[in-house]
């Protein structure tokens, strides 16, 4: 789950300039074997690409079926472990980190529908993961994203 936030959250807005962590070959290099993955130019772009297609699938842009061709070729294998029943995930290399990624967003969808979305800030390109009781928050951050939309707000009651 935190692989997901954290590919969705990999182009951030900072002071109004997009600033993307798998942009420069080396940082996206770092920031993939920080996630497991290998780092490889053929895996930084399927996570590019499947960072843009969640990004448009979690802001209703487009359908979820856009995610097929990211799971082609992918199947799951259940082995028998001392912990018990487990699934594996088979895929190539390159697209193991993709999938998994796709999957926590499937797994996602199923366990806590509509929590995943992004912050209600227009001037922010981050999103958050809802779990509130009344599933009610709408800022990637209260600190920053709503504290800023308060104080706009009273600003404007004020004047």
Not at 1 to 21: K, V
Not at 36 to 65: F, H, K, N, Y
Not at 123 to 150: E, T
Not at 154 to 159: A, C, I, N, Q
């Amino acid at each position: 789950m935190n692989t997901l936030l954290d590919l969705l959250n990999s182009r951030p807005l900072i002071n109004g300039e997009e600033h993307d962590a798998l942009g420069d070959p080396a940082a996206a290099r770092h920031w993939a074997l920080e996630h497991g993955g290998d780092g490889s130019p053929t895996e930084l772009a399927l996570l590019r690409e499947t960072r843009d297609a969640l990004r448009d699938v979690v802001c209703g842009e487009i359908p979820p079926t856009a995610l097929s061709p990211l799971l082609d070729g992918v199947s799951q294998v259940p082995e028998f472990t001392p912990d018990g029943l487990q699934w594996t995930i088979k895929a190539p290399a390159h697209a193991r980190l993709a999938v998994e990624v796709v999957l926590a967003w499937a797994d996602t969808e199923q366990q806590l529908p509509g929590r995943l979305r992004p912050c209600a800030n227009e001037a922010c390109q981050l999103f958050l993961l809802d779990r509130s009781r009344a599933n009610r928050a709408r800022w990637c951050s209260m600190a920053v994203c709503g504290n800023r939309a308060k104080a706009r707000r009273h600003y404007e009651r004020t004047r």
